[in-house]
């Protein structure tokens, strides 16, 4: 099976493989995988808290902070790759944390590439979430 940047396949090697530990997938974070890959805006955004951070690992940067902000920065990326989409290899789920390792495809600028998502959900909106670098 080949990979194309226009569609979220996988090649085989980054087959899904999910694993849910410690309770159900939050209904919002399913939500907002799915709205990010239809490069659905305003529903994605929808999912997220007034005051969510965006940050980056390992030095911690608040990349983002807010969901004006948040906005802004998605709404430039859902312009500037419009064929970008995540799919989900691998998922942990430990309280109000869910770790997705994600496999990114679509974005002109770099090959296709993984990510570590970890995303704290609290009162049914994602509050925070922590990306490692692209491996």
Avoid at 44 to 53: E, L
Wanted: contains cysteine; charged residues 20%; proline residues 6%.
């Amino acid at each position: 099976m080949s990979t194309s940047q226009s569609d979220c396949s996988l090649p085989e090697a980054a087959a899904p493989v999910v694993a849910v530990n410690g309770g159900a997938v939050p209904a919002v974070v399913l939500e907002q995988l799915e709205a990010y890959n239809a490069r659905d805006i305003e529903r994605f955004v929808a999912c997220y808290a007034t005051d969510v951070r965006v940050i980056d690992l390992p030095a911690g940067t608040v990349r983002l902070n807010g969901k004006a902000a948040f906005a802004e920065a998605y709404r430039r990326q859902f312009s500037r790759y419009p064929e970008q989409r995540a799919a989900i290899v691998a998922r942990q789920v430990a309280g109000e944390f869910v770790i997705d390792t994600e496999y990114v495809t679509g974005n002109f600028d770099r090959p296709p590439a993984h990510v570590v998502a970890m995303y704290h959900v609290r009162d049914g909106l994602i509050q925070t979430v922590w990306f490692t670098p692209r491996f």
